[in-house]
């Protein structure tokens, strides 16, 4: 896989990462997967989104400020996922113990509903929830990072302004940037109803210049605005107007109800660690608790990383978890989901006992487990200071530029989020996920997501800060890093880059990457699993400390991703 630099050196300038990022910065810069820092570290999808965040620090400002600088850097580098469009989620752990969660999911416009994605004969229409302006759902982004502003130290003018200069002055795109444009210009023509800079006669290649001054005028309105800057005014009715010409269904009513909400973080023991990690809407965090919970007392790390023995128990879980969550999962502020006893040890042994250690089991005979009901193309950052903070952030339009629909004038993709609802019981999304009536179209309900930023306690501290895009792959890969280092004690970078496995319940199929080797493969291959080959599995950004007390920050060898810190 080709590696690290991407120089588009257009001047000569030497790249100097401390300053405000000048037209120089933005068009000579290099990618770095590995960094180890004492004062604070970012990991993030783009070099220049990374830059962002270190200024913040450098600039005396905490994890919180540099995820913020990131996240607005990354809408305007990374137009793929970053976003002022879409949605994500927050978690940190922060210097003074608090655990914090804040779910900024896109939610269903007050008009969607439950059959909207079907026709007069019931069938399913997946290309509406996925490309075009039906496909949008109330965007979530920017009311997030106003929510997360309080923990942050520097101003949000401070931290808008390196994505303001990107936007207005424009950055050399890489060539994966170049390539992804150019991949996507058909569905761009088709679905957007006024022209916009992603669109373009001539074909893009890497070093060409992305101006986005639309988008430069969008950020300057929250920067002058705040939350208003977006969800009314002139930001709101160009969203407004979008969606009239292109029959969406987004109002003004629905913008200014829009609302980030801070939740209660999953927290739960591994082993002499603690994970704390995203609770629902998202699935990431009770899956993932449930499959950690699933394979704990197992001697993983003396089966070893990779072996048959290990990878099968894995898998198992893996099905287990998945089959839940298409049952039971769905936001919680409108079903009630049994996360208690989805999550409790008693549950997650018994879902363990028909596992057979010489066989593959099988989705035809294991479902969703049984419980009784109480009363009662995604992006990724991980931020450490050197306060004692740690941020994760994982933020999404959900497919590669969400829902292809560029907001006329505003400069901004729309996600395609709705995809995630269950459109029709039982009827895959665009990652194959199947759910169910917990995970239904309603008016302003979120949908389900498998986004997972986590971050991994030891002794009470932030020790590994981790998380991916990827669709249905998230929870998977996250599970499989946090082990990567805890249990088969891999070296950050490694733990990151090493190929990742999946299996997601149905179809009923352990997906691997290419680069897996061939003789653990064999293994599985004889105990009866069906194995089948899948392009590289998510994006993973980790920072993890070191025995020093040092930050290793190490962004995935699968994409740009690109670490810094100081
Ligand atoms: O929230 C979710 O689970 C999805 N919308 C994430 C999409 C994603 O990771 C796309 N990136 N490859």
Redesign the pocket.
Known sequence: MRTTLVLLAITLASTTYAQQPTRNDAYHYQVKKSVTATHGAVVSAHPLASQAGLQMLQQGGNAVDAAIATQFALAVVYPA?GNLGGGGFLIAHLKDGKNLAIDYREKAPAAASRDMYLDKSGNANTTLSQEGHLAAGVPGTVAGIFASLPYAKLTIQQLIAPAITLAEKGFAITEREAKSLNSQQALFSKLNTKPNVFVRTRTWKAGDTLLQKDLAATLKRIRDNGRAGFYEGETAALIVAEMKRGKGLMTTADLKAYEAKERTAVSFPYKSYRIVTMPLPSSGGIALQQMLGMVEKYPLASWGFHSVNAMHVMIEAERRAYADRAEYLGDPDFVKVPVKQLTSPAYLQSRMEDYDPHHAGSSDTTGAGKVYYESD??THLSVMDNEGNAVAVTT?L??GYGSKVVVGGAGFFLNN?MD?FSVKPGVPNMYGLVGNEANAVAPGKRML???TPTIVLKKDKPYIVAGT???ST?ITSVFQTVLNILEFNLPTQQAVDAPKFHHQWWPDQVDVEEDFDEAPLQGLRQMGYKIVPHSPIGRTEVIKVNDKGQLEAAGDKRGDDSAAGY
């Open positions: 996922a193309e995604t999404t959900n497919g989020e995630d997501s498998s986004m895009p990827g669709g998230i």
